[in-house]
């Protein structure tokens, strides 16, 4: 509606202008007007503006006229001037009104010049008029195509934009709306947006391959005036073909857990957002190292890993939308993830480098502090030498996650030794020399698959033991003639400082003796004459002795020296021995020790059999038992010494320091044992740990072998005695010289409980109170009470209980679906050690609520209120009732009572018109909505407020711009001047409300609504 304001002049006003003496007469120097188009009247404007077009009369003017200036228009317009009180007023009248066409042309220009004559001179002034065109509803609306064709490749969901569809009018704002409308045999497959054409898909039941079909666009203001015929026309064709191809294909994937899913179609629409915990503690494995979030939100999917992921992705666990670790370890995983919405209909694939975050800078290896290391060169082989270690004490947590290999570098030259790759434990593989030796050994570390190295080096330092006697020449003299002489024996071991380093002495010659020989060199002089009786042939013994350790050997010739008349004083010191020098073998000879099978050295030669010229001499040595046992606790510390190894012996024909002396090698038949024998120290110890679990108990022998410096000095020892036979030694029944070793390994509570599985999937109905609804199967290897577990709960326990021997969870209050849809209920194993107790959480339960049917439907509003203009037109979808149902898999159907205007459909809940609104006018209409999920059922009711859509308005024009009125100043008040409606020629029901408008402070007339 417009409003109309009508002046009444009461003082005419006159508006000069002055500028270098002259003087305007024209109210604007320009204006502005309004018509309509095809306006049947030919002298109706509209002037927005209370300033009258024209000149004001005064007293020097007598007359005024209008004249049109450069006519472009053909005649169109005409203009006239009309005297009205003191003004003359500018009058346009259109010849040919059918001629005004705003599409054709919107605004005019006209160009006014005023002929004034006033009383001094004549005179012309000009101005501007710029008419413009207002819109009337004179068009139809025109689609853009005739015909819309569109071909649908990809997956289409239900409420879907599929095409819009446009129609113009070249009419201007409410006269160019456009209303579109779709024909009714489609109309459950499709919905036609009434005011923005948008097609729309409403189920795919009975969904074809190919839809053609018309749709209709209509002027809305001009569809009441003209008959439904008059309206614009265009074919659609919609090709679902390859569409409806792949509808009912179905594709299957693999997971890595060996099982196989169908899905229907592959697609990328969906932003898949991956998150990783940072905090992820190999202590708490129950919590998720991987969260998927999917944008847009989407709540409801599922999440597979594929079967070409990396092969330990089998070791992950994936419940919902979470992936956790499902054992004590890290790695990189290589994920191929598949995650699928609406029941597998739609998949999308992505993958994903898992690299747990571990600051690998923080690692750094090294070996643990080795000293010089010392061994006898006739140590046995497979003896053990050090145990190399690395030192990660620091990275405690990560020891399941270290794998460490050792190895030695240089191990083409040192053979003599090797290095389990995996304990570290060298031992000797050949037999040694005197010397140093230096092994480079290396540490390859494997943590969390990265590599590191290390590498030290170690001092090998081989003892010399004495293993050879000090032997005379072969050309030593036994008769002397003169003196002095000097004796030459050598010595071939290595160690000239004691092993080979030889001192010579002279043996049976006691008393007053008159010879002498020099320890170091072995010259053999006559030292005190007077005590020398040159008439005596004298039988000496020299005895050539080393300096071993821990045992010396000796040996001796026996010498006769005969001076008789070769003896005089000045040649006493200076004559050069003299000798006959016969060739004969010296009696210091190698020996070799032969055997019975009850006699060992580390050098053995077994023999059954006695040949008769040796002689058999038993020894009385050895272990006092053959077996012995030992227990040790599965704690005990590498290097803890087992026991000291006792030898005992009665009449040994050697002197021997029970303490110090060691005469035998121990020696171990299974070197594979985590125990070693000190061969210095006689110690029994421990080199590796033990666990009691992985075995308890070790059973080995331990054999003494005789080492060979101690057979040689038995048999230097007898062959003194009786040297024209050889000696067998053998061992008596009194002690054993092998002796079977068993140690068991005690335990402590050193293992925390652990249960079969650390995630586990079960499902629960809601509201069911369910007995056994799962058993935990809990494990702890340790012994008695240390590997006794109880059960209990962490949480959830008001729903839930556990038998905390058994370890039946039950459950014992009903669980709402609509509350709870999931759980992860902690489980709780604690060990009953005496001296120290171990608890974990063993075990998630991932229970999945079943959701039932026990909810009714309940409408998204309390109430739905629909505003609807009378002329929307049939079939058109107004509005969308919604209820929820918290059950989860319901599908709800909606109805409606029986009415002649509005249909819903059952699955979406969309209402539709049926008829036209047109006789519900100020109307309200109610409808009752039902809705139902199968077993309950609930009602609303929609309240449609039924308006008309109010006509285009027009503008209001006036034939003139001012009209005169007489009245009589008699006139009574409160009288009818006049009818300001009829005057006008205006209808009362297109004016919202008409007032006076004036410059005075207080005007003597009024104007009611009535226009009176």
């Given at each position: 509606?417009?409003?109309l304001?009508i ?27 309004w018509?309509q ?20 009369r ?17 005649g ?15 009058i ?53 195509m005739?015909v ?27 006269h160019?709306q ?28 009975n ?11 209509y ?14 026309k ?38 898949i ?18 969260a ?52 597998r ?20 290896f ?47 030259t ?8 995996k304990t ?27 590599r ?29 003639f003169q ?35 020099d ?73 070799t ?58 009449a ?64 230097e ?5 009786k ?15 092998k ?8 335990d ?59 370890g ?86 909606y ?118």
């Open positions: 509606m417009s409003s304001h002046s009444i002049l009461f003082t005419l006003l006159t508006i000069i202008i002055a500028d270098n003496n002259k003087t305007f007469y024209f109210t604007k120097s320009n204006y502005e007007l018509c188009e095809n306006i049947l009247s030919n002298s109706l404007f509209l002037y927005p503006d209370r300033i009258p077009i024209g000149i004001l005064t007293s020097n003017i007598k007359s005024v006229t209008y004249h049109l200036l450069d006519d472009t228009n053909n169109l317009f005409q203009i006239k001037t009309k005297r009205l009180a003191d003004f003359y007023f500018l346009i009248n259109i010849t040919r009104p059918f001629d005004i066409n705003r599409e054709y042309q919107d605004v005019y220009t006209l160009h006014i010049e005023a002929h004034i004559i006033t009383t001094q001179k004549n005179q012309t002034e000009q101005t501007e008029i710029r008419l413009y065109v207002a819109d009337s509803n004179d068009n139809d609306g025109v689609f853009d005739d819309y064709e569109q071909n649908y490749t990809q997956s289409i969901d239900t409420e879907q934009s599929l095409i819009q569809f446009h129609a113009s009018d070249a009419d201007e704002i409410q160019a456009i209303f579109y409308e779709l024909g009714s045999s489609l109309n459950e497959t499709f919905s036609l947006h009434p005011y923005t054409g948008e097609l729309y898909l409403l189920t795919k039941e969904f074809k391959s190919i839809y053609e079909f018309d749709i209709f666009a002027d809305r203001h001009r569809k009441r005036l003209v008959d439904n015929n008059m309206k614009t265009a074919h659609v064709k919609l090709n679902f073909h390859q569409l409806t191809n792949t509808i009912n294909k179905y594709e299957t994937f693999e997971t890595i857990f060996n099982q196989t899913f169908d899905y229907h179609k592959l697609v990328s629409s969906y932003e957002n991956i998150i990783e915990r940072k905090s992820v503690n190999l202590l708490n494995i129950h919590q998720p190292i991987l998927i979030e999917i944008k847009p939100n989407e709540k409801s999917f599922e999440l597979f890993l594929l079967n070409n992921s990396s092969s330990n992705t089998k070791n992950l666990f994936v419940s919902k939308n979470n992936i956790y670790l499902n054992k004590y370890l890290i790695e990189e995983y290589n994920l191929q993830l598949f995650i699928c919405f609406n029941n209909t739609q998949c999308q694939h992505t993958k994903y480098r898992y690299m747990p975050f571990v600051d690998f800078n923080f690692y750094q090294r070996f643990k502090s080795i000293e010089k290391i010392y061994i006898d060169e006739n140590l046995p082989v497979d003896s053990f030498i050090k145990h190399i270690q690395i030192d990660y004490s620091q990275y405690s947590q990560q020891q399941q996650s270290l794998l460490v290999n050792y190895k030695l570098l240089n191990d083409d040192n053979y003599q030794f090797y290095i389990n790759p570290g434990i060298l031992r000797l593989a050949e037999r040694l020399e005197y010397r140093i030796y230096a092994l480079d050994i290396q540490a390859n570390i494997n943590l969390f698959n990265r590191y190295s290390t590498e030290t080096t170690i001092e090998i330092h081989v003892r010399e033991i004495n293993k050879y006697r000090p032997a005379f020449r072969n050309n030593t003299p036994t008769d002397l003196l002095p002489y000097q004796f030459e024996a050598y010595d071939y071991d290595q160690n000239k400082e004691t092993n080979g380093r030889i001192t010579y002495r002279l043996w049976n010659c006691f008393d007053v003796c008159p010879f002498q020989i320890p170091n060199n072995g010259t053999l002089s006559l030292i005190n004459k007077d005590n020398f009786d040159r008439n005596i042939i004298y039988d000496l013994q020299i005895i050539a002795f080393d300096w071993g350790q821990p045992i010396s050997f000796q040996n001796s010739i026996d010498i006769r020296i005969d001076l008789i008349s070769k003896i005089n004083k000045r040649s006493l010191q200076r004559t050069r021995a003299y000798s006959r020098r016969w060739r004969k073998n010296s009696t210091a000879m190698y020996f020790t032969t055997t019975t099978t009850t006699m060992f050295t580390e050098k053995s030669t077994y023999d059954t059999t006695v040949p008769p010229n040796i002689d058999t001499v038993y020894l009385n040595i050895g272990f006092q038992q053959n077996l012995t046992t030992y227990y040790i606790s599965e704690d005990t510390e590498i290097n803890t010494i087992i026991d000291r190894l006792k030898i005992d012996h009665d040994f024909p050697l002197e021997i320091d029970d303490e110090n002396d060691n005469i035998f090698f121990y020696t171990m038949n299974d070197t594979s044992v985590p125990f070693v024998i000190d061969q210095n120290e006689k110690f029994l110890k421990l080199i590796d740990k033990i666990d009691r679990e992985n075995q308890y108990k070790y059973v080995f022998e331990i054999e003494l072998k005789l080492k060979s410096i101690y057979s040689m000095k038995l048999q020892q007898y062959n003194c005695q040297k024209d036979s050889r000696i067998n030694f053998q061992y008596s029944n009194k002690f054993y010289q002796m079977l070793v068993t140690i068991y390994v005690n402590i509570n050193d293992n925390i409980p652990q249960c079969a599985h650390f995630h586990t999937n079960i499902d629960l109905n809601e509201n069911e109170i369910k007995k056994n609804l799962y058993r935990i199967q809990a494990f702890d290897p340790d012994l008695g009470e240390n590997g006794t577990i109880a059960y209990s709960l962490l949480d959830y326990t008001n729903y839930f209980s556990i038998d905390p021997l058994t039946q969870i039950d459950c014992i209050k009903s669980i709402d679906y609509e509350e709870y849809s999931s759980i992860e209920l902690h489980i709780i194993v604690l060990d009953q050690g005496l001296q120290i107790q171990f608890q974990s959480i063993c075990t998630t339960l991932h229970i999945t609520i079943n959701d039932i049917n026990d909810n009714t439907p309940q409408f998204s509003s309390d109430d739905y209120f629909f505003n609807l203009f009378s002329d929307m037109p049939r079939y058109s979808i107004f509005g969308q009732i919604s209820a929820i149902d918290i059950d989860k898999n319901n599908e709800l159907i109805s409606i009572n029986p009415n002649p205007y509005v249909t819903i459909n059952t699955h979406t809940g969309h209402l539709r018109l049926k008829y036209s609104l047109h006789r519900l006018i100020d109307q309200i209409l109610n409808v009752t909505v039902q809705v139902s999920d199968g077993l309950h059922q609930n009602q609303t009711i929609i309240f449609i407020s039924v308006k008309s859509f109010p006509d285009a308005q027009q503008p209001i024009l006036l034939s003139e711009p001012a009209y005169g009125l007489t009245i009589n100043e008699s006139l009574s008040v409160d009288s009818i001047i006049i009818n300001a409606y009829r005057r006008f020629q205006i209808l009362s029901s297109t004016i919202d409300f008409i007032e006076i408008i004036h410059d005075e402070i207080k005007s003597p007339f009024s104007i009611d609504q009535q226009g009176m």
